[in-house]
């Protein structure tokens, strides 16, 4: 990652910054790959943010005359339907001591809901996995203050594999009537 990045929340931007300000960067981000992450970024973060529905947050570059979002990833709180999912498979993904896990239909955890990079960045300006352990990074941190032991996230076929090389596993091995494939990873215990 270059050095001149640095990882600010939306939060925060929204508590400084003038709204014109706020849209013009936000309205600046594009990504060709994935036109439903920046149509998140420019339509419903910053209602989200402020709804307490997920926190998104920036790798931002700055230099003394302009501000650029080289790229972003979104976190909430979610709940995966287990309807469809073998209690094998539910084995896998709760551990043995939650009480009556094979006839759970639904289980919380935390979602990477949304994660991109800018059009103007490469790889070697952030890279993908330096993304989704960023995000991995604020998962960790919050849970020693909220508990949760699965991370979950919703990815397009292209990406399964770059997800599997970093810990995620497939929850159905069919995508959703969507198109996404939803995905996990089992957090190791705190303590």
């Not at 709804?51 to 790229?71: C, N, P, Q, W």
């Not at 103007?120 to 996995?129: K, R």
């Not at 997800?163 to 995508?175: A, C, F, M, T």
Request: aromatic share 12%; with cysteine; net charge negative.
């Amino acid at each position: 990652m270059k050095s001149d990045l640095k990882l600010e929340p939306l939060c925060k931007r929204i508590e400084v910054a003038p709204i014109e300000l706020l849209d013009k960067l936000i309205g600046e981000f594009h990504c060709e790959k994935d036109s439903d992450v920046e149509a998140f970024l420019h339509n419903t973060a910053v209602r989200n943010e402020q709804k307490g529905h997920s926190r998104t947050f920036l790798y931002l570059s700055e230099d003394s005359h302009e501000t650029h979002i080289a790229a972003f990833f979104s976190i909430a709180i979610a709940v995966t339907d287990y309807n469809a999912v073998s209690k094998s498979r539910k084995r896998k993904i709760l551990d043995y001591s939650t009480p009556g896990r094979d006839s759970h239909d639904y289980f919380g955890g935390l979602l990477v809901a949304q994660l991109a990079r800018s059009d103007m960045y490469q790889h070697h300006d952030i890279s993908g996995q330096e993304l989704i352990w960023a995000a991995e990074d604020i998962i960790d941190r919050g849970r020693v203050f909220v508990g949760g032991s699965v991370i979950y996230l919703d990815s397009k076929e292209p990406l399964i594999d770059f997800y599997l090389r970093n810990g995620y596993d497939l929850v159905h091995k069919e995508p959703f009537s969507s198109g996404y494939f939803k995905m996990f990873k089992v957090l190791p215990e705190i303590f």
